[in-house]
């Protein structure tokens, strides 16, 4: 099926027009919004374009009702987004369980909680840099380009709290969501919409209140 199909296919099952852009961004597989003038901005990756009628009928379903339950969509960007990128997954080694935290776990959890399920990247713990300057710490990143979320070791302790875990594990699912928009030939990765999303997280102010008096 080619783009203009799956267009027309969604816009007849949704009954709504869309404008649609077929992406190769395999961190964020498929994600809408409602522009200014109300209309529907949907980004699908390109292998929806050999998606069955079923997976198409709940994206319409998707694009209708937001919060539906998208089990379907789950299941097959489950069983084929590591072939968009094979060779960028393998480069990296996959360490999700630590001593304390399961990230695997915070990411599913999260993932259903904040994101319908849709963010489709890998997330491990980083590797240890020894010893550094708590200040020039970054505690989360998320490279795009090869779908993986790393999390500062650091945050790997009794002493820190799942609720600041699962806030960095959100603020770097938010960037996987979101992307880096250019506007007026500048990259904005912390914009309006990124921080008021970043304030939906539950436990937004104790992690705020938590990274300002405490070390990790």
């Given at each position: 099926?080619?783009?203009?199909?799956?267009?027309?296919?969604?816009?007849?099952?949704?009954?709504?027009?869309?404008?649609?852009?077929?992406?190769?961004?395999?961190?964020?597989?498929?994600?809408?919004?409602?522009?200014?003038?109300?209309?529907?901005?949907?980004?699908?990756?390109?292998?929806?374009?050999?998606?069955?009628?079923?997976?198409?009928?709940?994206?319409?379903?998707?694009?209708?009702?937001?919060?539906?339950?998208?089990?379907?969509?789950?299941?097959?960007?489950?069983?084929?987004?590591?072939?968009?990128?094979?060779?960028?997954?393998?480069?990296?080694?996959?360490?999700?369980?630590?001593?304390?935290?399961?990230?695997?776990?915070?990411?599913?959890?999260?993932?259903?909680?904040?994101?319908?399920?849709?963010?489709?990247?890998?997330?491990?713990?980083?590797?240890?840099?020894?010893?550094?300057?708590?200040?020039?710490?970054?505690?989360?990143?998320?490279?795009?380009?090869?779908?993986?979320?790393?999390?500062?070791?650091?945050?790997?302790?009794?002493?820190?709290?799942?609720?600041?875990?699962?806030?960095?594990?959100?603020?770097?699912?938010?960037?996987?969501?979101?992307?880096?928009?250019?506007k007026n030939g500048r990259r904005s990765i912390h914009g309006r919409?990124?921080?008021?999303?970043?304030?939906?997280?539950?436990?937004?102010?104790?992690?705020?209140?938590?990274?300002?008096?405490?070390?990790?």
């Amino acid at each position: 099926m080619n783009a203009d199909l799956l267009k027309s296919f969604i816009e007849r099952a949704a009954g709504r027009a869309i404008d649609l852009t077929i992406t190769e961004n395999s961190t964020s597989m498929l994600s809408m919004k409602h522009t200014p003038k109300g209309d529907i901005s949907l980004r699908v990756h390109r292998m929806f374009l050999d998606a069955s009628p079923e997976v198409l009928d709940e994206i319409a379903d998707f694009v209708k009702h937001r919060k539906k339950k998208t089990p379907l969509i789950r299941e097959y960007i489950r069983k084929n987004h590591h072939s968009s990128s094979p060779e960028k997954r393998r480069r990296a080694a996959i360490t999700p369980l630590g001593k304390y935290h399961n990230l695997r776990h915070i990411y599913d959890a999260l993932n259903e909680e904040y994101f319908n399920g849709q963010i489709a990247v890998e997330i491990t713990w980083g590797r240890n840099p020894g010893k550094s300057v708590y200040r020039k710490r970054r505690l989360g990143s998320c490279d795009s380009a090869a779908s993986l979320i790393r999390i500062h070791p650091a945050l790997d302790k009794s002493t820190v709290p799942r609720y600041l875990v699962e806030y960095v594990v959100y603020h770097e699912m938010l960037h996987a969501a979101l992307g880096i928009k250019v506007k007026n030939g500048r990259r904005s990765i912390h914009g309006r919409e990124f921080k008021l999303r970043e304030r939906l997280f539950r436990d937004f102010d104790r992690a705020a209140n938590f990274l300002k008096h405490k070390k990790i």
